[in-house]
């Protein structure tokens, strides 16, 4: 049921954005290309100062000395601002990617270098939120992010409950991820027909993507 449901939105989705398509010239709209990467640069930035709010309020609160309630309801508060600064800093560096991309098919020299180090800091702020995690949680062995097994030793040290919301979140996603991936294809498709402007590449490569995604989950857990 949960599967046709997110099926019906995803097509809702793509029919929203292929008639907003045709509705638009978007072929004969021209865009200012430094306009365009200053803006996604700047939401960057604000992500960034998102992030070092969120962080400076998860130290202040791992420093209070709370015990009971207090340290429960404290440390429900911490987990929920991990969640955000982790969310927070992967957008950036997803606006990060996309500038530095647009930089890169312009040819902008000084745009370019920009956003290879908007990217290089935004994927640096991972480890930072790491350092977050040993900090707001000192007496659990949480393992670097660079350590190959990060994410069996990550499993090791949660309890039932951490394992079952990670494992349920990390469901959703892959779920999401197989529809989004097929519409893409479509929206792609329709793209390279309207515009006659061939995007077989991309195509290509999204396919592959979802192969080698439901080859990895499917076989992870069937050879165990």
């Known amino acids: 049921m949960n599967f046709i449901k997110q099926f019906l939105i995803g097509a809702i989705g793509g ?8 509705l638009i010239p978007f072929n004969n709209m021209t865009f200012p290309t430094t306009t365009v990467l200053i803006i996604l640069y700047a939401i960057v930035l604000l992500g960034w100062i998102f992030c070092f709010v969120i962080a400076n309020q998860i ?14 309801q404290a440390e429900g508060i911490i987990n929920k601002k991990l969640y955000d600064y982790s969310f927070s800093n992967n957008v950036s560096a997803i606006f990060a990617v996309l500038g530095m991309s647009i930089a890169l098919l312009k040819m902008h020299n000084p745009l370019i270098i920009i956003g290879v180090i908007v990217t290089l800091l935004s994927y640096s702020m991972t480890s930072y939120m790491m350092k977050l995690y040993k900090l707001a949680y000192p007496n659990r062995n949480l393992p670097d992010v660079g350590d190959k097994k990060y ?7 949660s309890d039932d409950g ?3 919301v990670m494992l349920h979140g990390l469901y959703k996603a892959y779920n999401f991820a197989n529809i989004a991936f097929v519409f893409a294809i479509i929206g792609i498709s329709f793209y390279s027909l309207v515009t006659e402007d061939s995007q077989l590449f991309s195509i290509i490569v999204i396919s592959l993507l979802l192969l080698m995604m439901n080859a990895v989950y499917v076989f992870s857990i069937r050879n165990r």
Do not use: C, M, P, T
């Open 15 to 22: 029919f929203i954005v292929i008639s907003i398509y045709f």
């Open 59 to 72: 130290k202040r609160l791992a420093k209070e000395d709370l015990v009971g309630d207090d340290e429960d």
């Open 151 to 157: 994410a069996k030793k990550l499993l090791e040290i």
């Open 162 to 164: 951490e394992r079952h």
